[in-house]
């Protein structure tokens, strides 16, 4: 990893940043889902849930494979497309040599910060502030990093505010104002299922901890509006509660969305959304790497 200045100390007092660092993966050890699991009798649950994290980690860790390539640099390094992307074999490229194959990457790191705030009875955007901020200088020291890497832009100059700490939402509101209410990177909604796995059984905690979350660093209404219908989505998957069809679900948070946030988005926003959730929508027409959003 390539550092270019020397950690600084942060004010991270007031909120626990204790991880937990036992490896419960050592032959004599029981599998400590197993006595959940006979209590609860409720193993396809655990399944989902188990899936929202793995999901999250698995997929980050696989995306480095190509992330910040376009489809012709892509085709270009793995010419047969019968074949899957070997994982964790892929060939290492500017971006993704900085990790060690195989690793996540901070927007993962981020979502386990969420995770750890909103199990706390307090948890809140100022705690979810000071862990971001204890997260950039130490990241998980119990796992053999020494510095949160792989930062976005509009997160750095959101928790470099003088009032980040303080009002993370204010902190982020005025970076958002000095782009001329243009930023509306995608920090924010690659994290943000942790909202769900959470507050899967109250929606209403899922509804207000993914708008509080998202706005420490991203206050764009499109931003809130992705992270928001991505927690709906993942919510009522988790409560099985879709019977299985996606676009009944795509449609049910396509509406919610806009509801929850009315005239937060403007009517450009709004139609915006709903192109870009429709259900028929390709990955040609999303034009995922298009050199200026690409990433």
Known sequence: MKYHKEPTPMDVNNYP?????????????KDLLDPILKKLHKGDLIDRLLGCAYGQALSDAYGLSTEFEDRITVATMY???????????????AHSSRWTRGDWTDDTDQWILILETLTYPNGDDIMFAKKLRHWIYQCFSELGDCRGMGLGANVSQVTSSYNFLSDPHEASRTTWERSYRQ???????????ASALVHFRDIEKVKSTAISMCKVTHFDPR???????????????LQASTEDDI???????QKET????????????????????????TLEELNLDEPRSIG
């Not at 940043?17 to 050890?29: A, F, I």
């Not at 930023?183 to 299922?193: H, L």
């Not at 931003?223 to 998957?237: F, G, R, W």
């Not at 806009?258 to 929508?281: A, N, V």
Request: glycine share 2%.
């Open 79 to 93: 010419p047969d497309n019968t074949q899957i992307i070997p994982f964790q074999d892929y060939i290492l490229t």
């Open 223 to 237: 931003c809130v509006a992705s992270c928001l219908a991505v927690c709906l989505a993942s919510t009522y998957l």
């Open 183 to 193: 930023a509306a990177p995608n920090g924010a909604v690659i994290r943000c299922s």
């Open 17 to 29: 940043m204790s991880y937990n660092t036992h490896d419960s993966t050592e032959s004599d050890d």
């Open 258 to 281: 806009i509801y929850i946030l009315d005239d937060q988005l403007t009517s450009e926003h709004k139609e915006e959304f709903l192109w870009y959730t429709h259900k028929d929508r």
């Open 247 to 253: 676009e009944i679900l795509i449609d049910r948070v």
